[in-house]
């Protein structure tokens, strides 16, 4: 079966959740500099969450040009993981609303942590079909990012009990960390373009 | 005429559905346990209607992918389906903030039943158009689950009245049955892959 | 310059207009059957501008197929046709939630006339790329209901002074004029399949 | 690296944000000819910002015909032009609820200055790619365009301290100046179509 309805469909939900949450961006009735300064953290969990967004789409993008075939089991991983993503929207407005109050702040966290985890369930999945041998397997390698993410959302999960900011700059952290270029599986590609 | 505009069509609308649907998990406006409480109707009824936009997706996708052409008549088959999907979100979030009462419950029976009716009505528009030897036929073969799940959504419809939780136990018992991978198209796909 | 991205781009709008109008069908805060009542009119005003867009996506879809290639004003008489459908959504919410009022419906069909013109054009511009002797041409023909569809809307924003529901009874029957079977450019591609 | 997925995302991104401006556009309560005055400037405010996003998707439809592969940062680039052009519908709603005050029509502005700096950073990074000698840097040419919206933005910007209307005057001027068929690219590509 191709992939190319599989991406087309991730894209779609991808886009939607990407342009969504500035529906959370609500329009203030008024046009003062006050209405301004309440948008403003709600502005900054807009970007860290669009940031989030854009590095699955990207890894996403990366991981299923190195697949050859999808199954059913696939197409469930890939809607599990697109699951937890659509919650961004709703994670990032009540933590935006509530000027990353602990509990919002930890939801979120929670909601980072599902999706790292749908998203290594969908890339275990994938090279199991590929196989040991695979442009895919290779390109991943020994994975450090995809297992210290888990850890570092936990640990932030942790921190919302003590310190809200020190949970936020761990989210920021971990975004950076995956914003560094990853060349992996372009070179992965390059070695064995076949 | 190409089937790959009426794929892509379906997968955008398919993609909004899905995501729209988390628009109805409106952000509390505090940041307590009680709120996350409120929120969990509304969470695992939206849990429920992913797993069944998934399972449409799905399935849309293994049937398209034996269909060789389509005509005007399958483009409104498919854009009836999409109308009863399209009531997804709206029953969903109706029957999640009621905390499960039972007129919504019963009216999210009907919209599944509907879009079951749709779903079988554009099937059998395909298999008309390609013929009873086709590998569409071959691969829906009885369809016991096609002719099942409507009777199952009759029963938790008139259960709603006694019990709604009885209902329940059927969407979600539907759901499974389809969630079961349906490995008859793409065997069918394997015997003749012309 | 390609047709391709030029129908993905109106396949995205025409999928996110026809699923976010059901979101003006707001969720009812309580679970009775008058609740129910209430959304009838918002609910039959949604079939309606659901089944317009359909026969829109249907029409675009037919007279893209016959296409070959679309220049810069193509592409903007594009965006001016999905200006107006991005207007349906609105119409359909202002007149279903006012019950068929005579402004609203009025306006209403103002979107159905304006739509219809920017459809003309858009279609006068493709024939003048592609000649006299094109494909699409000879499919359009003489195009009675496109001329006849103008003349209809505005007498029903006429009729909606008098009696609104004369001039809901035109919408609908526009609306059953399109769904009846067009073979125009199915037939003429068949003819000339080059 | 293709490019399909690039063009595919930012299309559905494209689509979203021009689609759901027209949820800015609040159904009104009531039936008369007030509530119709009342969103005039809501109604105005919108088809700017439709005409904004319009341009902004033919131009990247340009752009990426002339483009043969991309890169990480390539979609990066892409990324912030779609954050900033997520933003209209805020900007879009906030100007219009307020009647064009100063402060949401200047902050358009600053909307419309990061949207034309970021298309401006993408167009970069693709001549960077290409090379000197590419046929997307002999098509942007001297890119007067580029170069004076973002200073005739800050023009406006300043203008909205004193006079308002001037300030939408310059925002309309800018838009007619890139609504002027733009041929470069076309033309380049027809000298030199390999």
Known sequence: MGKTRLEAFSDGVLAII??????ELKVPHDA????RGKLLPVFLSYVLSFVYV?????NHHHMLHAVRQVDGATLWANLHLLFWLSLF??????????????LPTAAYGVVLLMAAIAYWLLQKRLIAAHGPESVLQRAVG???????????YLAAIGLTAWNVWAAQAL????????????????QALQHDPA
């Open 32 to 35: 003062t500099w006050a209405a």
């Open 18 to 23: 990407i342009t969504i949450m500035v529906l």
């Open 171 to 186: 989210y920021v952290l971990v975004a950076l960390l995956w914003l560094i270029p990853d060349r992996r599986i372009e």
């Open 89 to 102: 929207p709703f994670a990032t407005g009540w933590m935006g609303e509530n000027h990353f109050a602990a």
């Open 54 to 58: 854009g590095i699955y789409w990207n």
């Open 142 to 152: 020994r994975d450090w990012k995809g297992k210290a993410s888990p850890l570092l």
